[in-house]
Antibody, heavy 127, light 111 residues
């Protein structure tokens, strides 16, 4: 069965620091899909962060996160990574990875939906 | 900007409820890329409907959805206790970044 398992421990970071969250995929052909990352601040709805194709490594991120987020994959271990830099208290949220059915060119990326989600990783930014 | 949903909807077991989701011609009205997610407290969202009205494998047929103009609607029939959760609509948007926007969320309470 399809599973996305995120790095288990919750993270506590100081403002200005970076965090890297991992997402181990199993139960499907990793390179036939993309991975999107989303976050959800306490009491808020989800927010889309960005997408990476596991097939060709193309990425697309929301303008809010451009220059702040790096998305990568390791096809040998079927793992996706999200690194978020220059953290502020506003980055405090639960971060989710999710399987994205689109894996083609980033030029034509139009997110439709995310069918399987990781369990989430809480990132708390506090001094 | 976020899609607009009612803050809360309630119903008794066995009843049917509907949740509306209003956007613009840049998102819901312009594309058939509307999806609906269910989220229980402390859990990840779960896809219930994609591309306006399609149910993924494993999603109950008590959930159905449609779209008219700039408004999408989720219907839950035969309400059950496990349907008590938050529901979010979402859509691709061509207006600006981000490419994917969520609704404000609706808390469904099973009385």
């Amino acid at each position: 069965q399809v599973q996305l398992v995120q790095s288990g421990a919750d993270e506590v970071k100081e403002p200005g620091a970076s965090v890297k969250v991992s997402c181990k995929a199993s139960g499907y052909i990793f390179t036939d899909y993309g991975i999107s990352w989303l976050r959800q601040a306490p009491g808020q709805g989800p927010e889309w962060v960005g997408w990476i194709s596991a097939f060709n490594g193309d990425t697309h991120s929301a303008q809010t996160f451009q220059g702040k987020v790096t998305l990568t994959t390791d096809t040998s271990t079927t793992t996706a990574y999200m690194e978020l830099r220059s953290l502020t208290v506003d980055d405090t949220a639960t971060y989710f990875c999710a399987r994205d059915p689109y894996y083609g060119s980033g030029t034509y990326y139009k997110p439709h939906y995310f069918d399987y989600w990781g369990q989430g990783t809480l990132v708390t930014v506090s001094s | 900007s976020a899609l607009t949903q009612p803050a809360s909807v309630s119903g008794s077991p066995g009843q049917s409820i509907t949740i509306s989701c209003t956007g613009t011609s840049d998102d819901i009205g312009g594309y058939n890329y509307v999806s609906w997610y269910q989220q229980h407290p402390g859990k990840a969202p779960r896809l219930m409907i994609y591309d306006v009205s399609n149910r993924p494998t494993g999603s109950s047929n008590r959930f159905s959805a449609s779209k008219s103009g700039n408004t999408a609607t989720l219907t839950i029939s035969g309400l059950q206790p496990e349907d008590d959760a938050d529901y979010y609509c979402a859509s691709y948007t061509s207006s600006s970044s981000p490419l994917y926007v969520f609704g404000s969320g609706t808390k469904v309470t099973v009385l």
